[in-house]
């Protein structure tokens, strides 16, 4: 079993910059594929970014590139997200989630655990 705890939410004005951190309990963690979802009011969970379980695999929905980051350090058990040039359109409730899946990139079906959300707001 893992439990997954998101940190870093909040308020900020348009262009500003969060980091969202995700600290996992158990073990193994390196082992997994760590994503970050968000989901904003009346739409549907999306993937923003991704970090496969092997170096390298990264992943980042085309509406964040070259704003945000993904990030992990295996020696704490925590991922990161660090948000640069937010935008309004970035408001939603921000989730960390895992998956064992082997592949480079996780399905969203794919992911095990889920943190319980993080609310991100971007005023204009």
């Known amino acids: 079993q893992v439990q997954l705890v998101e940190s870093g939410g909040g308020l900020v004005q348009a262009g500003g910059s969060l980091r969202l951190s995700c600290a996992a309990s158990?073990?193994?963690?390196?082992?997994?594929?760590m994503g970050w979802f968000r989901q904003a009011p009346g739409k549907e969970r999306e993937l923003v970014a991704a970090s496969g379980s092997r170096v390298g695999r990264i992943y980042y929905a085309d509406s964040v590139k070259g704003r945000f980051a993904i990030s992990r350090d295996n020696t704490k058990n925590t991922v990161y997200l660090q948000m640069n040039s937010l935008k309004p359109e970035d408001t939603a409730v921000y989730y960390c989630?895992?998956?064992?899946?082997?592949?480079?990139?996780?399905?969203?079906?794919?992911?095990?655990?889920w943190g319980q959300g993080t609310q991100v707001t971007v005023s204009s």
């Open positions: 158990g073990r193994y963690f390196s082992s997994y594929a």
């Open positions: 989630a895992a998956s064992y899946a082997s592949s480079p990139i996780p399905t969203m079906a794919q992911y095990d655990y």
